[in-house]
């Protein structure tokens, strides 16, 4: 018997029934997206509800990220059973008179994001180095613009999960060294409330985590694996572990934007302090929790800062490749304008605004009021038989997919009354 069991170990023919670890060679393109919802804006947007109202506006970081997880699967399924992203997509399938304004606001969209992402990373190091706002964007533009004109796709998607872990190792450290009131966190998680003056800071924490950007990013970044099968088995087969690998990446998001909320309720809502730029958090967590933390949140946010100006650079280019009908590749011509469109006149935009942590917050309320264009073009080309074939969505998901649009829509509508 034992001879038999070590004839059978020597064999190479064995049918593979494991596939465990198959999972690895599908995550990357879902954490490349979640490095956009933990990006400066949303470092902003989440310190700034902490701060002001405590844990009472947890439950948008949980409806966002729902709305998020729904959104990205189904745009990437575009990508995988397509071979389009959702720019090459809408320019294919809609007349020009729809695509080109939405395509158009979309770049605008990316604008605001990179300005955002460019702040961040100049606010992180100002407050790591003493570097003026001005010189910090420029070095943190040209730092990205030589990684993303250099480095192939699989290099940058390496740096942005380390980029990631590290920012999620950050923040885990920073919880330890507060006391949280879990109760109250719970039931903010789960209980959507409305304080008196929070809906800028509740439409920016929605701009800040569903983005219109990533949207179009994830439909591009999807096929970078080759996951574009012809059989119908292959692309089921993809199908399955490209949901686990958005579940994985949005539940890793959800749980760092929450952890900002959540330090920022645990000290600066109980000491009664409104944070206003990042700058102020850092100095005030100092004397709270420490120079270790202080240091910690600079070095994280600088980590954000930068690879969120990567995936905003790469999307840019996405979009506006899409326009002319190609996918996105840095050494074509339509990738490097988008993308040098998008970090370009999002870095001169720096040199005119005044309060960078102001600009933070109205940069994400933008991305927010673009969002519903973006989500209804892609429910329409994902509902198209013409488009998607046998995997269309069902009348189920569509519904889904449009209720969706439709709360998008109503809280922006509820920010321009209020």
């Known amino acids: 018997m034992m001879r038999n069991i070590f004839k059978d170990l020597k064999r190479r023919d064995h049918k593979r029934y494991l596939g465990g670890l198959d999972v690895f060679k599908y995550i990357g393109p879902g954490l490349l997206v979640t490095v956009g919802f933990i990006d400066p804006g949303n470092w902003a947007s989440n310190f700034a509800a902490g701060s002001e109202f405590g844990y009472s506006l947890l439950w948008v970081v949980t409806l966002s990220t729902i709305m998020l997880i729904v959104l990205q699967h189904n745009v990437a399924h575009l990508g995988i059973v397509t071979g389009l992203c959702l720019s090459e997509a809408a320019t294919k399938y809609t007349p020009s008179w729809v695509s080109r304004p939405i395509l158009g606001t979309a770049v605008l969209a990316s604008i605001s994001t990179s300005l955002a992402e460019i702040l961040g990373g100049a606010i992180a190091l100002q407050m790591l180095f003493g570097i003026p706002i001005v010189w910090g964007s420029i070095l943190t533009t040209v730092f990205v613009v030589v990684m993303l004109f250099t480095n192939s796709y699989k290099k940058i998607e390496r740096s942005i999960i380390a980029f990631v872990s590290v920012i999620g190792l950050s923040f885990i450290y920073e919880l330890f060294l507060v006391k949280i009131d879990w109760p109250l966190a719970i039931q903010g998680w789960v209980t959507p409330s409305f304080p008196n003056g929070s809906m800028l800071i509740i439409m920016s924490v929605l701009g800040a985590v569903v983005m219109p950007h990533n949207l179009f990013l994830h439909s591009e970044v999807i096929q970078s694996h080759e996951y574009n099968k012809k059989d119908d088995a292959s692309i089921r087969k993809v199908l399955k572990y490209e949901l686990f690998d958005t ?139 013409k488009v998607m074939g046998q995997y269309v969505n069902s009348k189920w998901s569509t519904f889904v997919l449009y209720a969706i649009a439709a709360v998008v829509t109503v809280l922006n509508i509820m920010l321009l009354v209020s």
């Open 247 to 385: 579940l994985f990446s949005m539940i890793v998001g959800w749980a760092i934007n929450s952890a900002m909320i959540l330090l920022a309720a645990a000290t600066f809502f109980k000491s009664g302090i409104q944070v206003e730029e990042l700058q102020q958090a850092k100095s005030l967590l100092e004397p709270l929790l420490g120079s270790g933390a202080a240091l910690v949140f600079a070095l994280a946010l600088l980590m954000a800062g930068v690879s969120s100006t990567i995936t905003s650079g790469m999307a840019a280019g996405s979009i506006f490749a899409g326009i002319f009908g190609e996918s996105y590749h840095i050494k074509d011509s339509h990738s490097q304008v988008g993308v040098i469109l998008s970090l370009g006149i999002a870095l001169l935009l720096i040199f005119f605004i005044g309060n960078p942590f102001k600009g933070l917050l109205i940069s994400q309320m933008i991305l927010s009021i673009q969002l519903p264009f973006t989500v209804f073009l892609q429910v329409g080309l994902t509902s198209s038989r």
